[in-house]
């Protein structure tokens, strides 16, 4: 039956809702978003329209769905490698404009192949990324000095300053989206250690959807780093979740960062999987 395509995020949870939350861990990036649009509106993300979409066996089966909030990459869910290619020839063909894809590695490397047959675009890799699932949650031995608090609207200036110094770091020089972070600020999302009183570590998590909550983002300033602090921030937040009801928690690692992957295997987390994201060259992308 093929993909169809909506702006309408209800249409979207009517037909794919199910498909989502069938597999929360693997979808926790989605669902995530999903929650925050419908908090937020549509447009939280920026002005330009949110698409979504799902892809139907011929039984009618949905086996895969996408969703789009620009100026970020195509996220994709698991899906067979037809429905990529598919899904790149007809948003191709509607001259959608893409920064990239994000997606297991064959969905991905499938999708981008065909962008470029079509668009003339090629793709470059913008990060190997690894999800981790909690299994049991092991404190850090010894704890680093200090305590943690949730973090509240008078740190609303701290707050985004890291964020901006994590994107900075992870992702390039981005402007981030003050909205979705006072929104997190608002349902006591982030997470601050602080020692004497002095903020030096910080996590967030998203809501808790379908029963997962996502670790993200942890950052600790470079001169506080090395002394345990993301280790115990990570802890705490993560207890926080299961304390709001989360039966699973996940957070995303950058593989060629090998400290944190090693912090969060230490702390209870074990890999599910990996995620490639591409990154298209604006040559030719409609």
């Known amino acids: 039956m093929g993909w169809t395509v909506t702006t309408n995020l209800e249409e979207y949870l009517a037909e794919a809702g199910e498909f989502l939350r069938a597999d929360p861990a693997e979808n926790t990036v989605p669902l995530s978003v999903i929650e925050t649009l419908r908090a937020q509106g549509t447009d939280v993300y920026g002005d330009a329209t ?16 996408f969703l789009h ?18 899904l790149a020839e007809f948003l191709a063909h509607q001259q959608i404009p893409l920064l990239g894809v994000n997606a297991d590695q064959t969905a991905a490397q499938a999708f981008a192949t065909t962008w470029k047959d079509h668009t003339g675009a090629a793709s ?22 200090g305590t943690s608090r949730i ?57 808790v959807v379908a029963g997962m909550a996502r670790v993200a983002p942890v950052y600790t300033p ?7 602090f993301g280790a115990a921030i990570t802890a705490t937040l993560t207890q926080t979740a299961l304390d709001a009801g989360a ?40």
């Open 151 to 207: 973090a509240m609207a008078h740190d609303r200036d701290l707050v985004l300053a890291w964020h901006e110094a994590f994107h900075h770091e992870s992702l390039g020089p981005e402007s981030v989206n003050t909205t979705v972070i006072e929104d997190k600020l608002n349902y006591g999302g982030i997470t601050l250690w602080e020692v004497e009183g002095v903020p030096v570590s910080m996590a967030g998590r998203t809501r």
């Open 247 to 286: 039966r699973e928690v996940v957070l995303f690692t950058d593989l060629a960062n090998p400290t944190s992957n090693n912090i969060y295997q230490r702390l209870g987390y074990r890999a599910l999987s990996d995620r490639l994201m591409l990154i298209f060259s604006p040559r030719n992308n409609p």
């Open 124 to 145: 470059h890799v913008g990060m190997h990324q690894r999800l981790y699932r909690l299994e049991r949650l092991s404190q850090p031995k010894p704890l680093p000095q």
């Open 222 to 228: 470079p001169g506080h780093r090395r002394q345990g």
């Open 69 to 86: 909030t620009r100026p970020y990459p195509l996220l994709l869910s698991a899906m067979p490698e037809s429905a990529a290619q598919e």
């Open 50 to 65: 949110a698409r979504f979409g799902w892809w139907q066996s011929e039984a009618g089966v949905v086996g895969g769905v």
